[in-house]
């Protein structure tokens, strides 16, 4: 679908689209929380009022157990238990753990590395909001522990060590994803057939707009007042990547980011062949799939790669498609959106 079109099909749709307060008479339900470090969104229809409040708590208890488990931020969730343990041994890790750890790996494996959960190794000395990141002996030093290679898995025992002992993980390019399908899940498992949860860049879409497709903002990467796109979907997933989402400037007048090249230890500017063209850098991709579980990190694996290597990879991979935003400010699809 062109840009053109998608944008007609807009408008005609804000022209008979519903007010949020006629839409919560007609059995639309919604909330908001912050959790996951983001704002957590919602809604969904369901006939009967008191279950849906039922509904709308049990996905947001959903949402704060994932937290509880996998923040790296929480000193008594798994991973950070993990990250204290992991590199003196083997330890023992919850199914659910060692299910994303498999999804990881296979991503790093499938992207030869542009996707890595290693990359908290020198992630997690950067501190966005105080705008504070390593130093090039640090990050020099620091460098070889960052490579997914490190982790050890045995899913069918559910043991994992890190071979390097200074190694550490960080799940912020998968979890959310995984968050919004195990939402959906909770939805099904109440009959709701319409609805869209939504966690920062991630969003999983459960059927229609009860007629309608869902309108999805892609958002502009330098103007937050601004949409660059808006997609209609259903029945899908779409994940959103891009250096406007945790980033400061530094000193020298540079953008510092939350998404790392793990070749560099240092957030993504180039591909992993160090070409640093504009045309080929990116800052924002948008990947739609299945599943959140997928989109998440193929969103994250995109930007790293580069436009060139990122709409390949995508263009490779059956049921995902990708809309990408070049440093030009130049947007790209992939070619199932392109008809």
Not at 202 to 213: C, Q, W
């Amino acid at each position: 679908m062109s840009l053109a079109r998608i944008f007609a099909l807009l408008a005609s749709l804000l022209c008979t689209g519903l007010s949020h307060a006629e839409a919560q008479q007609d059995g639309w339900h919604y909330d908001k929380q912050a959790i996951m470090g983001t704002e957590v969104h919602l809604q969904f229809w369901y006939e009967n009022g008191a279950t849906a409040e039922t509904i709308t708590n049990a996905v947001m208890e959903e949402f704060r157990r994932i937290d509880a488990a996998l923040s790296p931020y929480k000193e008594n969730s798994e991973l950070s238990r993990v990250n204290r343990q992991a590199g003196q041994g083997p330890v023992d890790i919850s199914q659910e753990l060692a299910s994303i750890l498999d999804k990881s790996l296979w991503y790093s494996k499938k992207t030869q590395g542009a996707f890595d959960i290693t990359y908290a190794t020198l992630g997690s000395l950067y501190d966005f909001r105080k705008g504070e990141k390593a130093d090039r002996e640090t990050t020099q030093e620091l460098l070889p522990s960052v490579n997914y290679r490190h982790i050890s898995l045995d899913r069918e025992s559910r043991k994992l060590a890190f071979l390097d002992k200074r190694t550490k993980i960080d799940l912020g390019g998968i979890a959310k994803g995984y968050a919004v399908d195990r939402a959906v899940a909770i939805l099904q498992q109440y009959g709701v057939q319409n609805a869209s949860v939504s966690a920062g860049g991630d969003a999983r879409l459960l059927g229609d707009k009860r007629g309608k497709p869902w309108l999805i903002g892609i958002r502009h990467p330098r103007d937050r007042s601004k949409n660059a796109a808006v997609i209609p979907l259903e029945n899908t997933a779409i994940s959103t990547s891009g250096d406007y989402e945790r980033f400061f400037i530094d000193s020298d007048d540079h953008r510092v980011h939350h998404i790392f090249n793990p070749a560099t230890g240092k957030p993504a500017e180039t591909d992993s062949s160090g070409n640093a063209s504009d045309s080929n850098k990116l800052i924002s991709v948008s990947v739609i799939g299945p599943q959140g579980f997928d989109t998440d990190p193929l969103s994250t694996s995109v930007f790293v790669l580069g436009k060139q290597k990122g709409m390949a990879l995508i263009e490779g991979l059956p049921q995902f498609e990708a809309i990408v935003i070049d440093a030009n400010h130049r947007m790209f699809f992939t070619s199932g959106l392109q008809q």
